[in-house]
């Protein structure tokens, strides 16, 4: 028969299912208790936990996937076996898991748990003898106290509501002579793809055959030995028909390109989170942060794991995927790496009783009550509100409200537990009849309606004429078919997934053109692949919009994004990911029906615009079989006319039969049908397939290891052999710590193995993020030695720290011996605090008030900032604007990285190893010395740069600053008699004028966060004798960070002295925090702004007594290199751009450039004894201007210079005017800088140029006298007339123009 096809990579040979399983109770173990899964021993016998055992599967073994038979057997029976009375409720319950290897590949299980009467006496008697001793503890504990409160008695029982002994004894009763006990039992399919559908039916089917009166028509072995050797696998694009015990089954495949397989019903996912709590639940997915889901249902774990997996397309999890972790592996959610984990809640079980080893970066869905924990920060997904109103459409079209449904449950459940017959009877269907439905009714009562209404109304939905009918079939008894039920789960999942693909291919649709292409073949590829760019990100996020850079900075940081990128990269030398094939389709399609350049962005929401067509090949497959296995000949068909007609028509033409139910060569009398017991199957005529009979697959599996065998081999050659398997290994899991938790052995040494392997991906990771924060903040440097990017955006260094905090969190909450609070980091902080605040009533105060002081040039001291761990939590607990211990966690980080203290403080902590013992296991990473050691290195390369991340994030905090100013004692007196005062600014603003205290020059005062320190205006009001002052600079400090500032003068502050400036700006630089030799010298790191790194130096009137005189030529490349500094700042993103101020104002800035201009050639500095300066000249062209009549060459050249006269003396003097007291030299650089702003400079230079004052004061040679260098001059100024120049407001403070 054909029928056999490629079921893709690395699959087995095309089986549809791989092994049959039967889990339960082994009468001869009889009761043992399940102690790994930590049940408590306070409950009722019947409650408790015990032991289930793989009591058969077929075959025994399949070498392309082996048999794990303890991770099978927790899977099936997670909670392990259940007892039940004849008074419980023994309702069938369906569910399915996953079993993720450690290379990444999946195997599904789908499980049918079912209720067996329990035939040992042994088991019975055992169970009797447990109750009555439970029985006498808690009577005896109930009559010891007689104020035992209701509330132990409750839970002592289990139970809420019991009140008194003899319901507690009702309750807990079993009677070996009076009741029947029941013991849970399940059957299991394993398959190597997700056919949900199928699967379910086929055990239902099989269940169903156990617990009828009649025996099936063939013996069960048949049907089993018929799945799993003669059913095949469909080819991709293709549709199967195979038999169960009494109906045909029918699953559908995918083709190439569409849409991955997918056969849980979104419809459930949206109904059991709802749509908005959906939306964020997938955003922390794609950021892969930690992600536990939780509730008592585990069918509800899976469907909701696979739903928002599916969603991902065409991205997919990479790290750790537990979608139900079973009770003896709760140490796994002790794991600091991204995972995906399913938590099965017990009945009553509050939240707040959960334990769970690490908060800060978890979202918490408890699926049951429709409610998520969100981590603190984590940005929205790009176009969230109209993202969320396009699903909404999708929603209301299928009658599913948008806000999801809370009571969905119970439906839900019935649904999923019922046989097929009762599903078939059930007129409702899960409460939606099968005649056309009102939606308004469907809606009525819900809180929510008036919203739905309107949301509906905009999007053209009319609600009251909206309705569900049966779409292919006619209704017969007023009966929604189950097949209807399933189309149309399965139109909805094909549009809810089209519109999520269609939003990743919308935002990633020129991706391609910032992959980087580096290597020449795949060996130089995978061997340099840690080294290695693969994506250009800052390009890639300059050319976003706006809106989706939170998002997408953090998104392509992900190990998910890193993978998608790596294949992309592979798919030049093998064969393409079939996601990635399917999207890089997409996007060709984009292409030829897309109008817009593929370069340009927009944040318009683009919708889906395939809904109609989506999923027709699929809906086509499903009402089309073309493999089909016919119905043994003596059963009859007959009841299959509840089927759509088309269905029926479609089957007629089926040209591929596969192999059908049949007798087997059996023993007689074993397998003897007993209704309600599953049958002991006959291991011999299961263990192994046909051997003649079954063509296709012996031909397709030898072909399948044929391919399997090539490829493995193509994709290795050119690798030597030793080295090849460790780089494709460590080249695929780059980033990914542990990928898998191993469920088969649970023993301490591989317990111990996994823990390991967490540290080292742990170190790993640390080694990683800080080589990727040093690269990126070094910028062009790194770039020119070969390190990749070019430069880092603010948005982008924000995400890098982001990932540090999640990253120390994790590590913090490894290995955990007690939880406390939500940050662990922060609970070891402070409880380091506490031990260190008892000992410091003995020791000095860590504030530094008596500490050494650090000495200046001309003698003044400076205290130092003490170096304390303390110091830094406490400024971090002092900030109001802080509320939760995650949000303090990631501040102090902050802090400690900008102070470059981060791994010094963390040394400081660890070295506390009693405190460390105490609050960590024996394998946690904090306690293996040689790895924390290279975590610790790894930390303290980040010294290297100079951060602002804590600066830059707190901006509303009240931060307290200490001022010193340090005058020239040698020339002057230290200390002035008149009044001085000071103003600080920043970035974010500036502290006001203050009065510094008489006699004094150092001074502490707060205010709000001015951000990086930028200009001082320091002054005086002249008064007293030695009114005179001779500053040398000042030295601003941030007392929280610890930055330091000078503020370079050597001017004078006086009348009749130097310039005669009562006041002056100074501009501020940086000064290196290690330096631990004289402040008042030059040492300093250079400023974050790139701008000029050389000590601000005195003004240019000073130097006229210096030897070396700078030269006409140096003057014009000096006003060049400080144009073009200007007109680079511009072409930078507003996030990277550093401060205007210092490339106008600062050394080498354009108000130094054109004083040397304006110095070149001035004549003697000394006339009659007395000073002149450039302003000298400024005041005498003014005059000119005002008292003379221009005379041009033409009216219009008349107007022009009238206008830039009138302008030019306008300035000059409104800063004349102005209410302060600045100098000549502060003058002119006022008018600079306002020339600048306003692009009046090359208006106003040709005016001075041919003034005639400047003959009096210029010689001949001087560069104002030269028409061409003029000229030139005006060229290079009129180069910033495009750029819109915003002046700090100390610069121009008072001048009115």
């Not at 399965?490 to 980087?516: C, G, P, S, W």
Request: proline share 5%.
């Amino acid at each position: 028969m054909s029928g056999s096809g490629n079921p893709g990579p690395g699959a087995a040979p095309c089986r549809f299912a791989h092994y049959f399983v039967l889990c339960g109770i082994d009468a001869e173990s009889g009761l043992e208790p399940d102690e790994l899964a930590g049940e408590n021993f306070d409950q009722s016998p019947i409650r408790r936990t015990f032991k289930s055992k793989v009591l058969a599967h077929y075959p025994q073994n399949i070498e392309w996937n082996p048999f794990d038979q303890d991770a099978v057997n927790m899977l099936c029976m997670p909670k392990g076996l259940s007892f039940r009375t004849q008074a419980d409720n023994r309702d069938p319950q369906l569910h399915s898991f996953i079993i993720t290897r450690e290379d990444g590949s999946r195997t599904y299980g789908f499980v049918l748990t079912f209720y067996e009467e329990v035939t040992s006496k042994q088991i019975c008697t055992a169970m009797q003898t447990l109750y009555q001793m439970h029985n006498a503890e808690q009577y005896s504990s109930v009559c010891a106290s007689s104020s035992c409160s209701m509330d132990s008695l409750a839970s002592s029982i289990d139970e809420g509501d019991a009140t008194s002994l003899a319901k507690l004894q009702r309750y807990n009763s079993y009677d070996i002579s009076r009741d029947t006990l029941y013991v849970s039992k399940c059957i299991c399919l394993i398959t190597p793809l997700p056919f949900m559908q199928a699967c379910k039916k086929f055990l239902i089917q099989l269940y169903k055959a156990v617990t009828s009166q009649q025996p099936p028509p063939l013996p069960l072995e048949s049907y089993i030995h018929n799945i799993l050797y003669e059913v095949p696998l469909p080819p991709p694009g293709r549709s199967l028909k195979f038999y169960g015990v009494y109906e045909p089954i029918i699953c559908q495949r995918p083709g190439p390109n569409e849409l991955p397989l997918s056969d849980y019903p979104l419809r459930e996912v949206f109904e059991l989170l709802g749509l908005e709590n959906l939306v964020q639940v997938f955003t922390c997915v794609l950021l892969e942060m930690q992600i536990l889901l939780y509730s008592q249902d585990y069918q509800r774990l899976m469907t909701v794991a696979e739903g928002i997996t599916t969603l991902l397309f065409p991205f997919q999890w990479q790290h750790v995927y537990v979608p139900i972790l079973p009770a003896s592996l709760l140490h796994f959610l002790d794991a600091p790496v991204p995972y995906l984990m399913g938590l099965q809640s017990k009945e009553g079980t509050d939240r707040s009783k959960l334990e769970l080893p690490q908060e800060a970066n978890l979202c918490f869905v408890d699926i049951d009550n429709h409610f998520i924990e969100l981590p603190e920060e984590f940005p929205q997904f790009p176009n969230k509100l109209e993202f969320i109103q396009e699903i909404s459409e999708v929603l209301l079209q299928f009658g599913i409200p948008p806000e999801g449904n809370l009571h969905c449950s119970d439906s839900a459940t019935k649904l999923k537990n019922l046989v097929l017959s009762d599903l078939v009877n059930d007129k409702r269907n899960g409460n939606i009849p099968s005649n056309a439905l009102n939606m308004y009714e469907l809606l009525k009562g819900n809180e929510t309606i008036a919203r739905l209404q309107a949301l509906a109304k905009r999007t053209g939905v009319t609600m009251e004429k909206m309705t569900i009918t049966s779409p292919l079939t006619e209704e017969k008894d007023g009966k929604l078919s189950c097949e209807e039920l399933e189309l149309r789960d399965y139109k909805l999942n094909v549009q809810l997934r089209e519109v999520f693909a269609n939003r990743f291919t919308q935002m990633f649709a020129d991706y391609e053109a910032f992959v980087i292409q580096a290597a020449p073949d795949m060996e130089s590829w995978l061997t340099n692949r840690e080294q290695m760019q693969n994506f250009d990100k800052a390009s890639f996020l300059s050319d976003q919009p706006e809106p989706y850079l939170p998002f997408l900075s953090h998104f392509i940081e992900t190990q998910m994004f890193a993978t998608f990128i790596d294949n992309k990269i592979m798919s030049q030398w093998e064969e393409k990911d079939p996601f990635l094939r399917v999207f890089d389709s997409r996007i060709e399609k984009i292409r030829l029906y897309n109008v817009r350049a593929p370069a340009l962005r927009t944040s318009n929401y683009q919708k889906c615009s395939t809904l109609k067509e989506a999923g027709q090949l699929s809906i086509q497959r499903l009402v089309l079989a073309d493999i089909v296995a016919p119905e043994p000949h003596f059963l009859s068909c007959e009841k299959q006319q509840t089927d759509t007609q088309s269905i029926e028509q479609r089957l007629m033409k089926i040209d591929h039969t596969a192999i059908h139910p049949h007798l087997l060569d059996m023993k007689i009398g074993q397998g003897k049908y007993e209704q309600g017991f599953f049958p002991k199957l006959q291991s011999d005529v299961l263990a192994t397939g046909p051997t003649n009979n079954n063509r296709w697959a012996s031909r397709s599996s030898t072909t399948q290891r044929r391919k399997d065998r090539l490829r493995q081999h193509s994709e290795h050659i050119g690798l030597d052999n030793d080295m090849r398997e460790k780089y494709m290994q460590e080249a695929r899991s780059l980033g990914k710590n542990l990928r898998q938790p191993k469920l088969s052995d649970l023993s301490p040494a591989v317990i111990a193995q996994t823990n390991w392997k967490f540290v080292e991906g742990l170190l790993k990771e640390c080694r990683m993020k800080t080589k990727r924060m040093l690269v990126e903040k070094m910028g062009h440097e790194a770039v020119e030695l070969g390190h990749g990017e070019a430069n880092i955006t603010g948005l982008e260094e924000n995400t890098l720290i982001a990932s540090l905090c999640d990253l120390l969190e994790r590590i913090w909450s490894h290995g955990l011996q007690v939880k406390q609070g939500k940050s662990a980091l922060w609970s070891h902080l402070l409880q380091y605090q506490e031990r260190e605040e008892k000992q410091e009533h003995s020791a000095e105060s860590p504030v530094g008030g008596g500490t050494e002081r650090r000495k200046s040039d001309t003698g003044l001291t400076l205290p130092t900032l003490r170096v304390s761990l303390i110091q830094d939590m406490r400024h971090v607990q002092n900030m109001s604007e802080i509320k939760t211990d995650v949000g303090r966690a990631r501040a102090w980080i902050r802090l400690s990285l900008e102070k470059k203290l981060l791994s010094q403080h963390l040394k400081q902590l660890l070295s506390n190893q009693a405190l460390a013992k105490k609050l960590y296991k024996r394998y946690a990473f904090l306690r293996c010395e040689e790895e924390r050691e290279q975590f610790l290195y790894h930390l303290l390369s980040l010294n290297a740069v100079d951060y602002f991340c804590f600066t830059s994030v707190f901006t509303t905090i009240m931060i307290p600053y200490r001022s010193v100013i340090i005058p020239i004692k040698k020339l002057s007196n230290a200390i002035t008699t008149s009044n001085p005062w000071i103003c600080v600014s920043g970035e974010l603003g500036d502290s006001g004028v203050m009065q510094i205290p008489k006699n004094h020059l150092e001074m502490t005062f707060e205010c709000q966060n001015l951000g990086k320190l930028t200009t001082v205006q320091i002054g005086h009001d002249n008064s007293g004798l030695l009114a005179k002052w001779l500053v040398d600079c000042v030295m601003v400090r941030n007392e929280i960070t610890g930055h330091t500032y000078k503020f370079p003068c050597g001017r004078w502050l006086g009348k009749g002295v130097d310039d005669g400036s009562l006041e002056r700006i100074l501009i501020g630089e940086l000064v290196s925090s290690t330096s631990d030799e004289e402040l008042g010298k030059q040492c300093r790191t250079p400023p974050q702004q790139k701008s000029p790194t050389v000590t601000r130096r005195l003004s240019i009137t000073s130097l006229t007594g210096r030897n070396t005189k700078p030269n006409a030529g140096q003057i014009q490349e000096g006003i060049g290199e400080a144009v073009n500094n200007i007109v680079k700042h511009f072409h930078k993103p507003e996030k990277e751009r550093g401060s205007l101020t210092i490339l106008l104002c600062g050394e080498n800035g354009l108000v130094a450039a054109l004083e040397q201009v304006f110095h070149h050639g001035f004549k003697s500095a000394r006339i009659f004894h007395k000073n002149v300066f450039i302003w000298d000249f400024i005041e005498k062209a003014v005059a000119y201007f005002e008292t003379s009549d221009q005379i041009g060459d033409n009216e219009e050249a008349l107007l022009l210079q009238r206008s830039s006269c009138k302008s030019f003396c306008h300035y000059v003097n409104a800063i004349n005017t102005a209410p302060r007291n600045i100098g000549k030299d502060g003058k002119f650089q006022i008018l600079v800088c306002l020339g600048t702003r306003d692009h009046l400079l090359p208006q106003w230079i040709p005016l001075l140029a041919e003034c005639p004052p400047i003959t009096r004061m210029y010689e001949e040679n001087a560069l104002l006298r030269d028409r061409m260098t003029v000229n030139s001059l005006i060229r290079v100024l009129q180069t910033l007339q495009d750029f819109n120049i915003i002046l700090e407001g100390s610069l121009i403070k008072g001048v009115d123009v």
